[in-house]
């Protein structure tokens, strides 16, 4: 049903991305460009896919937002464009630079939010003309967007005038199981945090496929409270929405 799109006002998900209607807005996070030649220098040898499958999922997303008659006008990295925490790979850079090209040539204007591996990104985003935040408030959707790898200063002006909070970092995932067979999908949460609606994305690296949040113990400091009535939306061909994870675990 299309209703599985919408996961708040004003707020679709197209693909594993998230759009803004009202700012024109994809927000897209944890891409961690470079992924496999780090795990090729550690001996894990794979093959280097996550770059192309990655433009698929976004042009995925530009295409459902097309059909929808959607305007993109700015994309929102929401951290975690690079994997090195160090001295960027040439591999890294390389899709990092051809990465920011792919997605200028689909808006006006880009903004990187800065997640814990995005360091050093500094010189390829002036030369790019590209801002890099901490984070970055949606005015019109009364939305703030950050990484979600560290509490925020809930005295800002910008936490105090948010209605929504739009995180990343935690690469969501949902293990769906059927007799013996299961699964695990990415997925989008939404729930309540300091009375202000909170949405998780997950990660659109194709290798980073995601923590399942029915398991683990979560990483972001937003999520770091009972989940059992978070809505879940799971992402395949299309979105699935599960409803509450509570229902989906007994």
Not at 1 to 28: F, P, R, T
Not at 29 to 52: C, T, W
Not at 58 to 86: C, M, P, Q, W, Y
């Amino acid at each position: 049903m299309e209703e599985q799109n919408i996961i708040a006002k004003n707020i679709l998900i197209a693909d594993l991305c998230l759009y803004l209607e009202k700012s024109k807005a994809l927000v897209i996070a944890d891409l961690h460009l470079g992924y496999e030649e780090m795990l090729n220098k550690q001996g894990v040898m794979i093959p280097r896919v996550n770059y192309n499958e990655i433009k698929k999922r976004i042009e995925r997303a530009f295409s459902e937002l097309k059909a929808k008659r959607k305007k993109t006008e700015l994309i929102i990295v929401n951290g975690d464009l690079k994997h090195e925490f160090g001295v960027p790979s040439r591999q890294e850079w390389k899709e990092v630079l051809d990465m920011l090209e792919f997605l200028q040539a689909h808006c006006g204007e880009i903004i990187l939010i800065k997640g814990n591996h995005d360091n050093i990104l500094g010189p390829i985003a002036r030369w790019k003309e590209i801002k890099i935040v901490n984070e970055f408030f949606a005015e019109h959707e009364k939305a703030l967007i950050l990484h979600g790898d560290k509490a925020i200063d809930e005295n800002s002006e910008n936490y105090r005038n948010a209605e929504t909070l739009i995180i990343a970092h935690e690469h969501c995932a949902i293990t769906l199981r059927e007799g013996a067979k299961s699964e695990k999908y990415r997925c989008f949460l939404k729930g309540n945090y300091d009375g202000k609606i909170l949405i998780a994305q997950p990660a659109i690296s194709a290798i980073a496929e995601g923590s399942d949040i029915s398991k683990q113990i979560p990483l972001s400091p937003f999520l770091q409270q009972d989940l059992a009535g978070f809505e879940v939306f799971a992402v395949e061909d299309k979105v699935y929405y599960f409803g509450r994870l509570k229902n989906i675990l007994q």
